[in-house]
């Protein structure tokens, strides 16, 4: 099933380019409702743009399984399409052997995941949970300056009604997501997941004056690009002070000429683990940064989230299961947006490269196979 999809929305730089409502996830989602058809799954949009589809009459506390279909910029295969191909294949497995579900039962693609495209992760599971006011979602805006609405509205999305999806909500029971490890710390096919750590993203801007690169001499310079320069470095120092994961992955310059001296530089900073105290100290080393260079420097917070426990009772009812080890894990899913509000679990499968967010990313097949029996039987077992 993922061979499939082996085309669809490939970057320039190798790996994949799928992002909220862009083309390519578009396509994406025509080979879901495809598959799901297959399956006789009835497949619906929420007002929010996930997809969720239905073995049999949509119900209250229904068991529900998915993950996500977009990427981040350049990333691998498997993260996302490797949980929501696994969903479906395990529907097959329980189909093949006459099994029919005695609760409500549905596989769901959450939109937005990755925050590639709009900047918020877990849009899609972030609005469906009240966790994202959906006037500010509305209003996201892509790097071309077009809004999430209208992109939304364009992929066959109604914008005006975005926002708290109650019927969604309401009607989740259990969530279970499989998803491709992230790290290197599965040395056995299937993991369970045990933690999510806590994490935001933050946008750093610094404002300087806009100039001729051969004509501004030093005294009159006012480069933007020089406090930027000295948070990435900090960011490094200060979190390896704090036993912190910091990250900057997006950094623009603007208007980006080569004999122009930027009038603005925006960089945005990935924290994760003490990502509060890892903000505040870089924000002081930003100010000072930005005084020394005649520029100004402004922190805005635009997501986070707490470290997440999964659902201690089944977490342990699944290691026991599947007699499966417990895995901590760094990286942000919509299982650990749905936790605050359901019992959900998460499954992982090993990745040997332990690389992810790159083309490298990878599953032996070998393993998506032990992930597809362990997620039937977990499906199974929680469906009856
Ligand atoms: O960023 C993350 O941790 C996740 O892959 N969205
Ligand atoms: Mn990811
Ligand atoms: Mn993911
Ligand atoms: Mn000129």
Redesign the pocket.
């Known amino acids: 099933m993922l061979d499939d999809l082996a085309d669809v929305g490939r970057a320039p730089g190798g790996g994949y380019a799928r992002h909220g409502f862009d083309h390519a996830e578009a396509e994406m989602r025509d080979w879901f409702r495809e598959q799901a058809g297959r399956r006789g799954l009835d497949v619906e949009t929420d007002r929010n743009g996930n997809l969720c589809a239905w073995w049999g009459a949509p119900g209250p506390d229904a068991l529900v399984t998915g993950s996500h279909l977009d990427s981040?910029p350049g990333g691998g295969a498997f993260?996302g399409p490797l949980g929501v191909a696994s969903a479906l294949e395990a529907v097959s497995r329980l189909q093949d052997r006459k099994f029919r579900p005695a609760r409500p039962f549905a596989v769901v693609v959450f939109a937005e995941?990755?925050g590639g495209r709009f900047g918020v992760?877990?849009l899609g599971s972030r609005l469906l949970t009240g966790a994202l006011d959906p006037d500010r979602a509305r209003a996201l805006r892509d790097p071309d300056g077009m809004t999430l609405a209208e992109a939304a509205g364009r992929a066959g999305v109604d914008p005006r009604h975005f926002g708290r999806d109650d019927a969604g909500l309401e009607r989740i029971g259990t969530f279970v997501e499989l998803h491709v490890e992230?790290g290197r710390a599965l040395d056995v096919p299937v993991g369970v997941g045990s933690t999510v750590l806590e994490?935001g993203r933050w946008r750093f801007s610094f404002t300087g004056q806009g100039n001729h690169a051969g004509t501004t001499v030093l005294r009159d310079r006012r480069d933007p690009m020089l406090p930027a320069a000295e948070v990435v470095l900090a960011a490094r120092r200060i979190a390896s002070t704090m036993d912190a994961h910091a990250t900057v992955g997006r950094l623009v310059p603007r208007p980006g000429g080569t004999n122009v001296i930027p009038s603005t530089v925006d960089l945005w900073l990935?924290a994760r683990g003490n990502s509060r105290d890892v903000v505040a100290e870089l924000a002081e080393a930003a100010e000072r940064a930005a005084a020394a260079e005649g520029c100004t420097v402004t922190v805005t917070e635009e997501s986070y989230g707490d470290t997440v426990t999964f659902d201690p009772a089944l977490r342990d009812r699944l290691t026991g299961l599947l007699n499966a080890p417990e895995l901590p894990t760094?990286?942000?899913?919509d299982a650990a947006i749905l936790a605050a509000h359901v019992p959900t679990a998460m499954l992982y499968v090993r990745n040997p490269t332990g690389i992810s967010?790159a083309p490298d990313e990878f599953a032996e097949d070998a393993d998506v196979e032990e992930g597809v029996v362990a997620l039937a039987r977990v499906l199974e077992t929680l469906s009856t």
């Open positions: 981040v993260d995941e990755e992760p877990c992230q994490h990935d760094g990286a942000g899913h967010h």
